[in-house]
């Protein structure tokens, strides 16, 4: 027996309709993340992991299917009680261009998640965002920089940031580094593993390229049209492949000497 | 600094700022060169231009002071139509950001309750709507205004509706934030920059329509305006023309001039749109 799971997804459902043709992005997916572990889930364009990824956020509203967090039914809550308990699982969006306002400063993005759960007293927000910039490895001296102002692995860093400040025990990562220069990927890779390794969080861990779930995972769902194809440690998963899927995206890879 | 300087870059919007600062500096210093009331009789009737130089523009029928009121009047007309184009925008904005947020019915209703506005012609709106509640200043803003929201209100509506499917207001949502909040620190500052090159549009259409109205004896009676002048010098045209003439080139060049600027602005901001 695995250690208990702080998020449960029972039989996600969800279809599109574009021009009339019906198109399943989720069908009947189940996922169970325990705590402090990583689970990659993986798949081509199209296969509905990003669905699955925002759906399990109620960014996208589902057809049917149950998402427990932390025990409390995630589905049923709405309005100030849903706003509340977002705070338990935040979200790192693949570009971080777009995922900061470009409007804001380094200071506003970090601030924005402390000011709306009220988790700092007045006059100590400076030191909380030092704190969490310190974390992730940007100086302080960034804090009234402006997002468009500093480098996309940087952003990354304070987007990475902004989802720690209320303190969550679970991390949806959707691509993290794969709008990212390959010079900074493994930078950002490595502070999510740091992480990950203080702090215990859980990380739910979307991705298409193999060769970054190889570094990161516990264990790994394959999707394919909206449907779990296959499901294991990542050991087995890279050791041996049972579904075509898999192979495929492995297949992708590159070999690089010395591996 | 950037959008300063394509500003400067484009001579229409050079000159039209030049044009309207210059107007705006009559408008704020009128009442220190003429600073008794415009609407005083200081000279003979129907003075002609540059004859008697302490009415250098002549006078009208009662023997006022052309210029007093011209200088005047030019107050008159950048307040109308600076305030009117403002409670429009914010009207429009407001409409334009909850349709666009909320969706579904909310959506529906305020879009069909805003083509229902724009079938009926804002002038003939701020008409009837001055006919009943009276002339005076603060009615007619809020009549023209009342014309003018609809524009706003549709590109902010569809402005809304992309920025709404950007990632940034996603991660707002994720954070937790309130939908108050990320409407108004999230969207709203993303949906007005197309705004604001529509903003001179509305702003010269609310200078023509306060003028209009004030032509056809609605304008504010204790204000002098360009459209009250040139109705006035109509009586005479035959034997004065230059009392309706005067007013209605200064109209001219200040229209010209808010659209000229507006010209500058849409430029300076297609520059920063395209650099992104």
Same mark, same amino acid.
């Given at each position: 027996m695995s250690a208990p799971s702080i998020l449960t997804a029972r039989g996600l459902t969800k279809t599109y309709r574009t021009g009339g043709r019906i198109v399943p992005a989720l069908d009947g997916v189940d996922i169970d993340l325990a705590a402090g572990e990583t689970l990659a889930v993986v798949g081509a364009s199209g296969s509905g992991k990003s669905t699955l990824a925002r759906a399990i956020l109620r960014l996208v509203e589902l057809d049917a299917g149950t998402i427990h967090v932390g025990g409390r039914d995630f589905r049923r809550l709405a309005g100030a009680e849903l706003r509340a308990e977002r705070r338990r699982i935040q979200m790192v969006f693949q570009d971080p261009a777009l995922a900061l306002?470009?409007?804001?400063?380094v200071r506003s993005v970090v601030a924005d998640p402390l000011r709306v759960h009220s988790l700092?007293?007045?006059?100590g927000q400076a030191d909380a965002v030092a704190a969490l910039l310190d974390r992730v490895g940007l100086?302080?001296?960034?804090?009234?920089?402006?997002?468009?102002?500093?480098s996309g692995g940087q952003r990354q860093r304070v987007a990475i940031a902004r989802a720690l400040a209320t303190k969550p025990s679970i991390l949806v990562l959707?691509?993290?580094?794969?709008?990212?220069d390959v010079s900074v990927r493994g930078q950002i890779l490595n502070l999510l593993l740091d992480l990950q390794r203080k702090e215990r969080i859980a990380y739910l861990f979307i991705s298409h390229d193999m060769g970054v779930v190889r570094a990161v995972a516990d264990r790994v769902v394959v999707m394919s049209r909206g449907r779990i194809v296959e499901n294991g440690s990542a050991d087995a998963v890279f050791r041996s492949p049972r579904s075509p899927e898999c192979r495929e995206l492995l297949d992708a890879v590159p070999a690089l000497p010395g591996r | 600094m950037s959008a300063l300087r394509r500003f400067a870059g484009s001579p229409d919007g050079v000159v039209g700022a030049g044009l309207l600062l210059s107007f705006a500096i009559v408008a704020v210093f009128a009442p220190v060169a003429y $600073?008794?009331? !415009?609407?005083s009789i200081v000279g003979g !009737?129907?003075?002609? !231009?540059?004859?008697d130089w302490s009415t250098p523009l002549g006078t009208d029928r009662l023997g006022r002071d052309l210029l007093a009121g011209l200088l005047h009047g030019a107050r008159t007309s950048m307040l109308v139509g600076l305030f009117a184009a403002l409670v429009a925008i914010l009207l429009g904005a407001a409409v334009g950001v909850a349709a666009g947020l909320s969706g579904g019915w909310i959506d529906e209703s305020l879009m069909r309750i805003t083509e229902a506005f724009q079938t009926v012609p804002g002038f003939l709106l701020a008409l009837a709507f001055i006919s009943v509640v009276g002339p005076s200043l603060p009615m007619v803003v809020f009549a023209i205004a009342l014309g003018a929201w609809t524009g706003p209100a549709r590109v902010v509506r569809a402005e809304v509706l992309s920025i709404r499917e950007r990632d940034f207001v996603a991660a707002a949502r994720v954070i937790g934030m309130h939908p108050v909040e990320i409407a108004w620190r999230e969207v709203l500052p993303h949906a007005l920059p197309p705004v604001v090159s529509l903003a001179s549009v509305i702003v010269a259409g609310a200078i023509l329509t306060e003028a209009a109205l004030s032509f056809l004896?609605?304008?504010? $009676?204790?204000r002098v305006t360009w459209g009250g002048l040139i109705a006035e010098g109509r009586t005479v045209l035959r034997s004065a023309p230059y009392l309706s003439i005067v007013p209605g080139l200064a109209l001219l060049s200040t229209v010209l001039a808010v659209h000229l600027t507006g010209e500058g602005i849409v430029a300076a901001l297609a520059g920063r749109r395209s650099f992104q």
């Open positions: 306002n470009p409007r804001g400063t700092v007293e007045a006059g100086p302080y001296a960034f804090a009234d920089r402006p997002v468009h102002g500093i959707d691509e993290p580094v794969s709008a990212l | $600073p008794e009331d !415009p609407l !009737p129907l003075v002609r !231009p540059f004859v004896g609605l304008g504010d $009676p204790n």
